[in-house]
């Protein structure tokens, strides 16, 4: 199946200070999701980006289909940005909707 | 518009037991999913439903199953618990299209078995 890795796997901030954090998969994809997890297990979608780039506020994500990664910006961080973000990706050849596969995650922490 | 809703938030059994897990869609969607996620970990797929047919499942025995109901809700029913079932279950909402459609989570079941 098809791998999925994130990196770095733990990142630790100051207030205002910008961050990347990245996704690698292994295959070509019809589906990949941005999340954020808070403290509570709640998955909160930050971006739908199989290619391309979009921008919601201080978060921007682009996705190199052709060269199978995709990218997440954080800017100005703040410390309710803290909590573990996920890259999960899909495959399918239609019919139903697409199983994600999600990768290990990138704990961030920032300190106020 | 609700949101993906999920139900009980927290349950504890105890090994060998069975437990039933529900979830009810987003307004609009009709495709489930549900996933398993184990502390420190992503979470892993478990199966998907569609049109209350089971459409694609990962890698789970088959003492995990499933069912969606004509109004698109989804129940997750585990058989003789094990201790490594205690985990976060998701249920995941989406529109079932011939393209693939952003997936909703819903809060999450926690489920400890002792």
């Known amino acids: 199946g098809i791998q999925v890795e994130q990196s770095p796997p733990d990142l630790i901030l100051q207030e205002g200070a910008n961050s990347t954090l990245r996704c690698n998969f292994s295959?070509?994809?019809?589906?990949l999701q941005w999340f954020h997890q808070n403290p509570w297990g709640q998955l909160i979608n930050l971006f739908y980006?199989?290619?391309g780039t979009k921008q919601n506020g201080r978060l921007s994500a682009t996705t190199v289909a052709t060269e199978r990664y995709s990218l997440l910006y954080i800017s100005s961080s703040q410390t309710t940005d803290s909590g573990v973000y996920f890259c999960?990706?899909?495959?399918?050849?239609?019919?139903?909707?697409?199983?994600?596969?999600f990768g290990k995650g990138t704990l961030l922490t920032v300190n106020p | 518009d609700a949101g993906v809703t999920q139900s009980p938030t927290h349950l504890i059994k105890t090994r060998g037991q069975q437990v039933t897990l529900r979830c009810s869609p987003k307004s609009g969607h009709d495709t489930v999913s549900w996933y398993q996620q184990a502390l420190g970990q992503g979470p892993q797929f478990i199966f998907q439903y569609y049109e209350e047919e089971e459409r694609q499942r990962g890698n789970f025995p088959d003492r995990f199953s499933g069912h969606q109901y004509p109004n698109y809700s989804s129940e997750l029913n585990v058989n003789a618990l094990l201790l490594g079932d205690s985990a976060l279950y998701l249920c995941?909402?989406?529109?079932?299209?011939?393209?693939?459609?952003?997936?909703?989570f819903g809060p999450g079941t926690r489920l400890l078995v002792l």
């Open positions: 295959d070509s994809v019809n589906n």
């Open positions: 999960a990706v899909g495959v399918g050849s239609g019919g139903s909707n697409y199983k994600l596969t």
């Open positions: 980006i199989p290619s």
């Open positions: 995941a909402s989406s529109l079932g299209t011939w393209r693939a459609e952003t997936q909703y």
